[in-house]
């Protein structure tokens, strides 16, 4: 019989062979990336892959993940949807507003949003918030995951915009899209001072660690609003 333990809200471990991060099935009997599905107790779980989502990888290197059942997220850099699916799944009450630029990515998300009512997909560059501001309402957490050069101040610019003031960021910060020559430990302090330097609003940067060994060459950050 598998085992369940709850990690935070909406995230859990399921204990069936070996430990896997999941969350609830909010679209039960339906996949997104090819996960397995568990059922315990008559609650379906969607097993989540760290090494292809940097929100599930900062679960496992104990990040604290501000997310309640009725948390408004704005997700930068939302893709397919892989991660989104389980935001939508912890935010099962709230709201996922989902930010693609790449039109192939976005059909993805306009069908996996048919199913989750929750996920709410908008085709926009995320370093433009102006053009999809009437789209979104005040935020709890923006998660940010592009691979745009200036990644710091697309998080101020959308914290300007969206997020509340006791709101949060979590930002996975790639390297090797700010530069590919320089060494990533560099890139990482100088992000990180951006965000608590360089930009209106400032942040405090509550947590920062590698993501290794899910994703190379990339930072994880949790931080709030000064």
């Known amino acids: ?14 204990i069936k062979d070996k430990r896997q991060l999941a969350t609830k099935n909010l679209d039960p009997g339906k996949t ?34 501000p997310l309640k059942e009725d948390s408004k997220v704005l997700y930068l850099g939302a893709a397919s949807g892989t991660t989104v699916s389980h935001v939508s799944d912890i935010v099962s009450e709230g709201a996922v507003y989902a930010v693609e630029f790449a039109p192939r990515s976005m059909r993805d998300l306009i069908g996996l ?25 005040p935020v709890d957490l923006i ?22 003031k006791d709101g949060y960021l979590l930002l996975s910060i790639k390297a090797r899209s700010i530069d590919t020559a320089a060494k990533p430990k560099e890139i990482f302090k100088a992000e990180v001072k951006k965000l608590e330097q360089a930009f209106e609003p400032r942040f405090e940067v509550l947590n920062a660690k590698d993501l290794m060994p899910y994703h190379e060459d990339h930072l994880g950050v949790l931080a709030k609003l000064r």
């Open 113 to 137: 949003a048919s199913r989750r009512k929750n996920i709410h997909p908008i085709m926009a560059d995320a370093g433009k918030p102006d053009s999809y501001s009437h789209l979104v309402e």
């Open 32 to 65: 997104v990336y090819g996960e397995k599905l568990i059922t315990v107790e008559g609650v379906e779980y969607r097993t989540w892959d760290p090494r292809r989502s940097k929100l599930g990888a900062m679960v496992l290197k104990k990040f604290d993940i």
């Open 1 to 14: 019989m598998p085992e369940v333990k709850k990690i935070s809200d909406g995230i859990f471990e399921v």
């Open 143 to 164: 998660f940010q995951d592009v691979a745009q050069p200036n990644q710091a101040e697309i998080a101020a610019r959308n914290a300007v915009c969206f997020l509340k």
